[in-house]
């Protein structure tokens, strides 16, 4: 079972950038399926952003389409989340999941992924 931890959230100006790192351990990292979830204060779990096990199929919640880039390494067993020109409304804690998968495949419900990180907290000010 692999283990995953996030990293980099933080305080940013709007317009301003951030990159979060969930860094795995434990398992085979190219076997899973990832995920970038985030719940803002208030409001359900959504899903940001996915992709698949080698890194060519990926998946964007319309929100963030442009603005948010998704990757991993399967050498450093890292996956990525690029977020740039941060608003307010994307204040949340972000968190990663994992999921067995295979070929091009994306999950993109919650209760696809099996395993998750604690979180990290970003906040954006307006």
């Known amino acids: 079972q692999v283990q995953l931890i996030e990293s980099g959230g933080g305080l940013v100006q709007a317009g301003g950038s951030l990159r979060l790192s969930c860094a795995a351990s434990?398992?085979?990292?190219?076997?899973?399926?990832l995920g970038w979830f985030r719940r803002a204060l208030g409001k359900e779990r959504e899903l940001v952003a996915a992709i698949n096990r080698s890194g060519g199929n990926t998946f964007f919640t319309n929100s963030v389409k442009g603005r948010f880039t998704i990757s991993r390494d399967n050498v450093k067993n890292t996956m990525f989340l690029q977020m740039n020109s941060l608003k307010p409304e994307d204040t949340a804690i972000y968190y990663c999941?994992?999921?067995?998968?295979?070929?091009?495949?994306?999950?993109?419900?919650?209760?696809?992924?099996?395993?998750w990180g604690q979180g990290t907290q970003v906040t954006v000010s307006s």
């Open positions: 434990g398992s085979i990292f190219s076997s899973y399926v």
């Open positions: 999941a994992a999921a067995y998968g295979y070929g091009s495949i994306l999950y993109l419900k919650e209760s696809d992924y099996h395993t």
